[in-house]
Each structure stands twice: as structure tokens, then as C-alpha cells.
């Protein structure tokens, strides 16, 4: 009895066992790169990396400090020890092509000098797996306080605007504060810039080891934080709100906000003509309305900030992985149209361009050119605002949707004039197996690509006029279970592990999460498209 209530009080101030470690993906060579959590899961997120530049590893003292001490109460930190953990091995500041990391990020990235300067940029914004796994992994986790170790400056610096927060910690360790503005290309710019409601900034320790009290003292000033984090936008809406399920409803031109638990219509907004598709990811979200306009949101605030006009039959968005960038298919002109706040790109990739599927690492784009497709076009995204074709696949059938797997070695096609759908391999294009999918049209979606594993083990198949939803293991591409959806439910929407479908001919929405359906209710007299904003 006694034994069970010290377990008990261990657990409850985080000190019992090791924490749980996640694999966020691999290095150029191989390495994997861990991050352990710890603490509360429904508290706010702080991350905390220990090294992002290899030959900076002061920063792994206050790791090991802050993995087994005991934390406070309301505390949920997520720890990456090493971002870098082939410059760890070898002694040096870049990754092992020679990339500076802290220079590669999206957000004001240019071009800098040559492999293994010392602050060399890489050839393109993201072009290092390190770093694409990351942005995934912050993605999901949605930090609401970030703290990156560095050396050897021996201060506390940012731009960063919660700047009393940054002043803090400074207090609390005896670093000194400047405010220097973070260099192109760096982590703490794509963070703020896609979690603007929380600190993320850079704490440099001196050259060399640091001693015992002063990881003490760090660890100490980062729970001091952690307890009282500035939640960010989304999760202060999230104190009034429930997640929420984006719905289409072309026949009123409106988006609906319902409540993914209640189903309840917590908010609407009239569109443009015939709002069809609808893709949210990252804060953000495009609805797609054919009569030739595209409206973003702000599924943060839950306001519009910009409405683009002036496309011709456009049906289908998709974000780019990393979050910045949103393409539109533009079927009547056979385009493929590129939105970073306003159009910057248009490529012709061919008449009919519909759905689309994005490879995890942002390097390549299958375009289905129709609803019934003979073809399927390639395009290479490895400049995601300067796309180009590179050729195109034989579907073996008149294709109508597609989905790259997690992995991104496989891509699924599903069909509108058969009952099965092909695994194509990505890199040869051409078909490996076959799924039964039910009646055609079927749909496919991936839970989480290159996102936290633990959610992306499934993939998820509709047929609407079945009235089903399968559920594949992707990797074995075993039948895991059938579950019935609302006739008419074409379109879904996956989110570690929440399913949404809508049912074009009845208006429902249905929610499920690992087999059981969490809600069934007709929210429109026809519901489109959904996308889920957690």
C-alpha cells in the first residue's frame, strides 16, 4: 500500500521512470533524433533543444537535468537533446552536407555561402531531413514556449516580442539580455511566425563545459517558465472552444466551425460562389470555391485574411508540408496555382488538374488531372514557389484521388471506375499491389505524415455510395477494420487520429477515433468537404 501511494506521488511530480521517448525522424546518416516527454499532456507544451549546432553541446547538461528532475504541477515539456546528432559525433557546426541547420528554415532564408561555411544556408529553405522532421514534429506538438541552447555568446537573445519572458530568464541565470534580431533562416523566425502567441527564443552559454549549478540553475529557470507559459493563440481559443471540424456547404456558400464533440454550429462565414473543398493545416486553412476563388483563414482567430479572386474553375487546395505555402488546382485552365498570401506561381501541369498528393519531404507533387484521370502529373517541389513538371504516371484507370504514405515511398490512387485502388512505388512509378476500396469513387488519407509515429500507423479509405470507411495499416496493407459512415461520406479528414467524413447527399458529419464513432449529426443540407482544426 505504502509502495503504491510513493509510485503515486513519484508519477504525480514527474520523477518515476524514464520518460517516454519518441523518434522524430533521422539524420543524413542515419541517426535518429529522440525527444522525451514529460509531465502534464494537457498543460501547455515547452520544448527545450539541447543542440542544434553540433559543436555546441552545453546545452545537453540542462537536458539531462531537466529528463529526471521532478516537475512542478501544470508542466508538460517535450526535450530534443540533439537536432544535430551527426555534427554531435563529428565535432562540427553543420550537419553532415555540411549545412549550417539554424540557417535553412523558411522563414526569411536566403542563400549563403558553400557547404561547410560556417554559416552555410543549404541550396533551398528546408532542405535538410533534420530539419524537415522537426518542423513536423513542432507541428504536431504546437509548443507554446521553445528554448533553443547555443553557444558561445553567454547571453539571452531575440527579437522576440514576449520580451519580458526572455528578460526572465536572463534574471533567473545571471545571463545578460540583447536584443538581437535572430539571423535569416533561423528556427526561432518559422516559429513565431506560425506560433506567434508563445516566447521561442535562444539561450547561448559560454564556450565550453558549463558546470553542475549552472545546468541546475538553467533546468530550474526553464520549469520556472514552463509553469506560466503564454499559451498561444490557438490554445487560448481552445479555453473556450473544443477542436473544430471545417465543413462545406456549397448549396448555402457558407463554411460552417462545428464542434467536433457536440456538433454543434459554433460559426459560420458567407463565401464566394460554390465553396467546395476545404484544407486546414498549421493554422491556417483555404477553401476552395469554384466559381474562382480561394479564401484563407486564420483557424487561430477564426477570421478571413485574404479572399483571391480571379482563378477560373479552381477545386482543390493542399498545403505544402512545411505550412507556408498553399497550392490550388485549377482544373478549367490546367493549372496549378501557388498562394503565399497572393498568387506568386502558375504552372500548367494539364487540363482537369484536381487532387493532389505531397510527398512528406516537400519534393515532389502527384497532380490527378480530373475526376476520372488518365493521366497523373509530376511535379517537382523542391523550390515549393517555383514548382516545375517533370512527367507524368499511367494510373492503369480512370484515377480520381491519391496520397503519398508517411514514408513517402508509396503513393495510393484511388479510382472512379473500379473497386480497388493501386500502391504505386513513388520512385518508379509504377504499381506494386492492389486494395480493395469498395464502391467507386473512394478517397485515401494518411494520419500524420512524417508527423509523431505513434498516430501514423493507418490509412483511411472511403466509399461514399457504400456508406463505408476502411482502415488499412499502411506498412503490412492489411485490412484493420471497416466502419459505416453516413451514405454519401466521399471526403474525410485525418488528425492523429481523429476521422471526419461528410456526407455530400445527407449534410452529416461523423467523428471517429480508434474504431468507435464519437459523433453523427446533420449539420447542412449537404456537407462537401471537412478538415479538422485541433
Do not use: C
Not at 509510485?7 to 523518434?23: D, H, K, M, Y
Not at 535562444?202 to 517558465?225: D, M, Q
Not at 512505388?425 to 480493395?436: E, F, G, I, S, W
Not at 473512394?442 to 457504400?466: E, I, K, Q, W
Request: cysteine-free.
Amino acid at each position: 500500500m505504502l509502495r503504491g501511494l510513493i509510485l503515486a506521488a513519484l508519477v504525480a511530480t514527474g520523477a518515476a521512470g524514464a520518460s517516454p521517448q519518441t523518434v522524430v525522424g533521422h539524420t543524413v546518416k542515419g541517426r535518429a533524433i529522440v525527444a522525451y516527454e514529460r509531465g502534464d499532456p494537457s498543460a501547455p507544451v515547452t520544448l527545450v533543444v539541447g543542440v542544434i549546432h553540433g559543436n555546441e553541446t552545453a546545452g545537453l547538461a540542462v537536458i539531462r537535468r531537466l529528463r529526471t528532475m521532478p516537475l512542478p504541477a501544470g508542466v508538460h515539456l517535450w526535450l530534443v537533446p540533439e537536432l544535430n546528432p551527426d555534427g554531435v559525433a563529428a565535432g562540427t557546426r553543420q550537419n553532415a552536407h555540411g549545412v549550417d541547420l539554424n540557417r535553412n528554415w523558411p522563414v526569411g532564408w536566403k542563400h549563403n555561402g558553400v557547404p561547410w561555411d560556417g554559416d552555410y544556408s543549404g541550396p533551398r529553405p528546408m532542405s535538410e531531413p533534420e530539419n524537415r522532421a522537426m518542423r513536423a514534429f513542432i507541428l504536431r506538438v504546437k509548443p507554446a514556449l521553445t528554448i533553443w541552447y547555443h553557444q558561445p555568446l553567454d547571453e539571452v537573445y531575440g527579437s522576440d516580442p514576449h520580451i519580458a519572458v526572455l528578460k526572465r530568464y536572463a534574471r533567473l541565470t545571471g545571463l545578460r539580455y540583447d536584443r538581437l534580431p535572430a539571423p535569416p533562416g533561423a528556427a526561432t523566425r518559422w516559429e513565431r511566425k506560425h506560433f506567434p502567441g508563445g516566447p521561442h527564443f535562444v539561450v547561448e552559454f559560454p564556450a565550453g563545459r558549463i558546470s553542475a549549478a549552472t545546468a541546475r540553475r538553467n533546468a530550474k529557470a526553464v520549469l520556472a517558465l514552463a509553469q506560466r507559459p503564454t499559451r498561444p493563440t490557438f490554445l487560448a481559443a481552445s479555453r473556450t472552444r473544443r477542436p473544430l471540424a471545417l465543413v462545406t456547404v456549397e448549396s448555402e456558400n457558407r463554411l460552417l466551425a462545428v464542434d467536433e464533440a457536440t456538433g454543434h454550429v459554433v460559426r459560420w462565414w458567407t463565401l464566394p460562389a460554390d465553396p467546395e473543398n476545404v484544407e486546414a493545416y498549421a493554422g491556417g486553412a483555404a477553401v476552395v470555391s469554384t466559381s474562382g476563388a480561394v479564401t484563407l483563414i486564420n483557424t487561430d482567430t477564426l477570421k478571413v485574411t485574404h479572399v483571391i479572386r480571379g482563378l477560373g474553375s479552381p477545386h482543390i487546395a493542399a498545403f505544402s508540408p512545411s505550412g507556408d505555402w498553399v497550392y490550388v488546382t485549377d482544373d478549367a485552365r490546367g493549372e496549378l496555382d501557388v498562394i503565399l498570401g497572393h498568387i506568386v506561381h502558375r504552372l500548367f501541369v494539364g487540363y482537369g488538374a484536381h487532387h493532389m498528393a505531397f510527398s512528406p519531404d516537400q519534393r515532389r507533387l502527384w497532380v490527378v488531372l480530373g475526376e476520372r484521370a488518365r493521366s497523373i502529373s509530376v511535379v517537382d517541389t523542391h523550390n515549393p514557389a517555383r514548382p516545375r513538371l517533370i512527367g507524368h504516371v499511367d494510373p492503369r484507370g480512370l484515377a480520381h484521388d491519391a496520397a503519398f504514405t508517411p514514408d513517402g515511398r508509396y503513393v495510393w490512387v484511388a479510382y472512379d471506375d473500379r473497386p480497388y485502388l493501386r500502391v504505386f512505388d513513388a520512385r518508379t512509378r509504377k504499381p506494386v499491389a492492389t486494395l480493395y476500396a469498395g464502391t467507386a469513387p473512394a478517397h485515401v488519407r494518411f494520419d500524420d505524415a512524417d508527423g509523431l509515429p505513434r498516430y501514423g500507423r493507418y490509412a483511411y479509405v472511403t466509399s461514399g455510395n457504400d456508406g463505408v470507411l476502411r482502415v488499412y495499416d499502411w506498412r503490412t496493407r492489411k485490412l484493420v477494420r471497416t466502419l459505416r459512415t453516413a451514405p454519401g461520406s466521399f471526403n474525410l479528414a485525418v488528425d492523429r487520429g481523429l476521422v471526419a467524413t461528410s456526407s455530400l447527399t445527407g449534410g452529416t458529419l461523423s467523428v471517429f477515433r480508434s474504431g468507435r464513432r464519437l459523433l453523427g449529426e446533420r449539420v447542412a443540407p449537404v456537407a462537401r468537404d471537412v478538415a479538422l482544426v485541433p
